[in-house]
Structures are given as C-alpha cells and as structure tokens.
C-alpha cells in the first residue's frame, strides 16, 4: 500500500515528539530511566523517518519484529526502574525477553516457540506500561496526567497487536485498514507519552 | 497586454525556472543550512539581521554560482547519463556561453560579497568554490574516483566559513564540523554512485565501484559514517551542546550507523536508497540541533 502525504505528516510529527522527549522530555531523571527512555523513543524516531523513506512495505521485513520489540521492554523498564521496587529482576527480565526474542527470530525454532516467546515478552511489557502509571495515578503517587502513559502502553500494545496479526497473515481487519490506521495510532501513543511524562 | 510581451514574461519564467534547477536547490539549502549552522555555533550575536542575510545571501550565491558552473562544465557527461541527460545544460534548453555566464556572475557577487563581510570568511568561501569547480570537476571528476574527496572538502567550506566568521578565527571546533561534512558527504555520494553505476559508467567517469568494486565502496560507506557521526557528536560537545541535545544527535548518529552496517553485510538496494535519504535527514537535523542550541 502506498503512503500517503498524511500519513507522511503524521509519522513526522511523531518523529518531532519522539526527538523532543529524547532531548528534552526526560532531563533529570535517573541515568538508567534516561537510558531507557532515550532508546524507546529514539527507536521510535529512527523507525518513524526509515517508515516515511521505504514506506509501508518496510513493516514486512522481518528485523521489525524485533525493532518493535525494544521500544514497550525499554520503556517498561525505564517505568519500572523509576516507580517499582523490583528493578534487578525487570532489568535482567528485559534483557532476556529482547535476547530470546532475537534469537528465536533469527534462527530456526521449533513448533510455536517463537510465537510464545514474542506473546509473553509483549505482553509482561505491555502490561506494565498500561497498568503501573495509571496504578500510580490512582494511588495519588504520581499526577493524574501520568496516567496518559498507561494509554499511550494501550495504544502501543493495540498496535503491537495489528501489527502482530498483520505479520501472521490472519489480519482481524484488512492490510489496509490497519495500515491506515498505524500512523495515527503511533502518533497519538506518542502524545499520550509526551503529555504523560512532561505533566504526570 | 500585448500577446509580445505575455510571451516574453512566461520566457523569462520558464528561464529562471530552467536556472533555478541548475542549482540544486536542495544540495545548496543543505550546504547554506550548514554555513548559517556553523556561523550560529560561534555563538556570537545572531539576531544582527544584517550579518545573517549576508551569510545566507553570499553562501546562497557562491554555492548556486559554483554549482551552476559544475553543469556547465559537466554538460557533455550529463548528456551520456539517463538521470542527468535531461537537465538544461545537456539538453541544450540553456546556451552554453549564457550558462557560464551566469555561474560566473553569481560566483564572483557571492565571494564578492563574502570578502567585503570578512577577509577570512571571503578566503575560506572562496578555496570552497575554487575546490569544487576547480580543483573537484576540472581537473579530478574524470580522472580518479578519490576526486570525491575533494568534493567532500568542498561541501566542509560553507560550515567552517560560517563559524569562522562567527568567531574571526578558524578553532578545533570548525575543523571538526567541517570533517562531519567532509565524511558525510562519501555516504551521501557512494550511495548514489553504487545507484546510478551504470550511468557513470556510460559517461567513463571513474567512481568507486567501477574502479574497487562494490565490497569496498560498502565498507568505505560505512567506515565514513562512522567517523561522520563521530565528528559531529565531537563537535557538538565541543560547542557546549545540552546533554539531551547530545543524546539525540546520539540517536541519529545511531540510525546512521545502523544504515551503514546493513549496507555493508546485508546489502541492497532499498538499504542503499535508505543510507542516501537518511544521510540527508541526518545532516540537516544535525545543523538544526546545533542552531536550536545557540538559540
């Protein structure tokens, strides 16, 4: 499917708000949140300008699994380093999630042992983007607009989904549609995180 | 109005529309963008509205100028080649002698007006154009693949004229964004000689992959880009850059060397295509950071 100059606007856009939490959104914070938070959204700037210069047909290489998996491990892990008390166990979480993620993907694995793994991975993740923040929120240890973080893990675990469907060929809704869809849903995750970080 | 004159106006359109491709407006607004990034890294005072237009006004004009005579003495191998054989110049939509005329006239006005801002920045804007169409399409282009080089050394002048007329004196500072240009420029132009190989070819003009094959030009591709985003990310501290600035143009610098790897082990021609965009994007979100600092 061929892009069109909105959706070209809108992954820009993106690209703007990703470039700007990287340099100015997470002054102050600890050095492994700034670690973590740099590499989730510098992924996502990175992948927004190489997705305006191939195209949609990018998405059918299969390094994106692997690419889309670091953005929801890093960010949860910056969450958790920042807000949890079990950061040892997450951080060492993380780095075998993104290990047996990559190589399940890159050599031969039996049966569904990759599905699985990418399942599980994105899904502890995803969890914890959604459901920490808004805890927090709810809890009175955060400002209400931190919830704006767990939306955005929403949003990004829907489009995770979409995607997910879209790679396994059993697309709930059409290529289309979801392609459609992908750029305006990037960008609303990504206010949702700016507004969440920067007022939460 | 008479149908003479009508006709005359949409002549004289058509022709500042033929000249205006004849400068490679982008090429010259990335290299003018580095020039004006350079001169506002000096941070010295930028809002003198004077000095800023004169920087864009003679940059603009001996980039344009230089750039214009490049056509006009490459017009016989852009005629050779499908991606350049419709251009004004070799298509014969422009005289030959008008061309020339007009890259001079631009050229001279443009380190004209550099020299009577500043004897340095004039000297530094001129050795630009001089390496460029001289030195670079003369007397190199056709005779060895290395002429890029000092092609490369060309596009560093407006960046190093900028801070050195910012600063009224040549630092560490200049010397190195002048090298992240020098060493982006070879990810920019490989990829698009690997692209167009066989234009080149055609034309008989020497390019990496012609003459070391395309193992090299890959790993040259890559080995550029690394020091490239080395360089900026050395100048960038060097100028003071905020750390989050830092840590964004360390992002960027990443997708370039992301880039460079896959096209060194897993290459082809989407990643080709993509190395040469996003080198683009790279550079002028680089000069961008470097002006939204100072400002």
């Given at each position: 499917?061929?892009?069109?100059?909105?959706?070209?606007?809108?992954?820009?856009?993106?690209?703007?708000?990703?470039?700007?939490?990287?340099?100015?959104?997470?002054?102050?914070?600890?050095?492994?949140?700034?670690?973590?938070?740099?590499?989730?959204?510098?992924?996502?700037?990175?992948?927004?300008?190489?997705?305006?210069?191939?195209?949609?047909?990018?998405?059918?290489?299969?390094?994106?699994?692997?690419?889309?998996?670091?953005?929801?491990?890093?960010?949860?892990?910056?969450?958790?380093?920042?807000?949890?008390?079990?950061?040892?166990?997450?951080?060492?979480?993380?780095?075998?999630?993104?290990?047996?993620?990559?190589?399940?993907?890159?050599?031969?694995?039996?049966?569904?042992?990759?599905?699985?793994?990418?399942?599980?991975?994105?899904?502890?993740?995803?969890?914890?983007?959604?459901?920490?923040?808004?805890?927090?929120?709810?809890?009175?240890?955060?400002?209400?607009?931190?919830?704006?973080?767990?939306?955005?893990?929403?949003?990004?675990?829907?489009?995770?989904?979409?995607?997910?469907?879209?790679?396994?060929?059993?697309?709930?809704?059409?290529?289309?549609?979801?392609?459609?869809?992908?750029?305006?849903?990037?960008?609303?995750?990504?206010?949702?995180?700016?507004?969440?970080?920067?007022?939460? | 109005?008479?149908?003479?004159?009508?006709?005359?106006?949409?002549?004289?359109?058509?022709?500042?529309?033929?000249?205006?491709?004849?400068?490679?407006?982008?090429?010259?607004?990335?290299?003018?963008?580095?020039?004006?990034?350079?001169?506002?890294?000096?941070?010295?005072?930028?809002?003198?509205?004077?000095?800023?237009?004169?920087?864009?006004?003679?940059?603009?004009?001996?980039?344009?100028?230089?750039?214009?005579?490049?056509?006009?003495?490459?017009?016989?191998?852009?005629a050779k080649m499908g991606r350049t054989q419709k251009r004004a110049t070799s298509s014969g939509l422009v005289s030959e002698n008008e061309v020339l005329r007009v890259g001079l006239i631009l050229s001279v006005i443009g380190v004209g007006w550099a020299v009577a801002m500043d004897a340095l920045y004039g000297l530094i804007v001129f050795?630009?154009?001089?390496?460029?169409?001289?030195?670079?399409?003369?007397?190199?282009?056709?005779?060895?693949?290395?002429?890029?080089?000092?092609?490369?050394?060309?596009?560093?002048?407006?960046?190093?004229?900028?801070?050195?007329?910012?600063?009224?004196?040549?630092?560490?500072?200049?010397?190195?964004?002048?090298?992240?240009?020098?060493?982006?420029?070879?990810?920019?132009?490989?990829?698009?000689?690997?692209?167009?190989?066989?234009?080149?070819?055609?034309?008989?003009?020497?390019?990496?992959?012609?003459?070391?094959?395309?193992?090299?030009?890959?790993?040259?591709?890559?080995?550029?880009?690394?020091?490239?985003?080395?360089?900026?990310?050395?100048?960038?501290?060097?100028?003071?850059?905020?750390?989050?600035?830092?840590?964004?143009?360390?992002?960027?610098?990443?997708?370039?060397?992301?880039?460079?790897?896959?096209?060194?082990?897993?290459?082809?021609?989407?990643?080709?295509?993509?190395?040469?965009?996003?080198?683009?994007?790279?550079?002028?979100?680089?000069?961008?950071?470097?002006?939204?600092?100072?400002?």
């Open positions: 499917m061929k892009m069109t100059p909105l959706h070209r606007v809108l992954l820009l856009v993106t690209g703007i708000l990703a470039a700007y939490q990287v340099a100015v959104g997470i002054d102050g914070f600890d050095a492994l949140p700034i670690i973590a938070y740099t590499i989730a959204f510098g992924v996502l700037l990175v992948a927004g300008i190489l997705l305006i210069i191939w195209g949609f047909d990018v998405l059918d290489s299969p390094a994106v699994v692997i690419v889309s998996t670091i953005i929801p491990l890093s960010l949860s892990l910056g969450l958790v380093w920042q807000h949890a008390s079990f950061r040892t166990s997450y951080l060492v979480l993380a780095i075998v999630g993104f290990l047996a993620v990559t190589l399940t993907r890159s050599i031969p694995a039996p049966g569904k042992i990759p599905t699985i793994v990418l399942a599980l991975v994105h899904g502890i993740a995803g969890m914890t983007i959604f459901l920490l923040p808004i805890s927090l929120s709810i809890q009175g240890r955060t400002q209400p607009l931190f919830s704006l973080v767990g939306v955005g893990g929403a949003l990004i675990g829907l489009g995770g989904l979409l995607l997910s469907f879209l790679k396994a060929g059993r697309p709930i809704v059409s290529r289309e549609t979801i392609l459609n869809v992908l750029p305006g849903l990037l960008l609303l995750m990504t206010i949702c995180f700016v507004i969440g970080f920067k007022f939460g | 109005m008479t149908t003479a004159a009508q006709s005359s106006i949409e002549n004289r359109k058509s022709k500042i529309s033929l000249y205006w491709s004849l400068t490679k407006p982008l090429q010259t607004g990335l290299l003018l963008a580095t020039g004006l990034a350079g001169y506002m890294s000096a941070r010295c005072p930028i809002f003198n509205m004077g000095t800023i237009l004169g920087v864009a006004g003679s940059l603009f004009l001996a980039i344009a100028g230089s750039t214009v005579l490049n056509m006009w003495w490459d017009r016989d191998i852009d050795a630009g154009l001089f390496f460029d169409v001289v030195v670079y399409s003369i007397w190199l282009k056709r005779r060895t693949a290395w002429s890029i080089v000092w092609g490369g050394i060309s596009g560093a002048m407006p960046i190093l004229a900028g801070r050195a007329l910012g600063l009224g004196y040549v630092d560490w500072i200049g010397i190195t964004l002048a090298l992240g240009i020098l060493f982006w420029i070879p990810t920019h132009t490989l990829t698009f000689s690997m692209k167009f190989a066989k234009d080149y070819a055609a034309a008989c003009v020497p390019t990496f992959p012609s003459t070391y094959g395309l193992g090299f030009t890959r790993a040259t591709i890559a080995i550029s880009s690394v020091l490239a985003a080395a360089s900026m990310i050395i100048a960038g501290i060097g100028i003071g850059m905020a750390w989050g600035f830092l840590r964004l143009l360390g992002v960027l610098s990443a997708g370039l060397l992301m880039l460079a790897v896959a096209i060194t082990f897993k290459p082809s021609e989407r990643v080709n295509f993509g190395l040469f965009k996003y080198a683009s994007i790279y550079m002028l979100a680089a000069m961008i950071l470097v002006v939204i600092e100072v400002i």
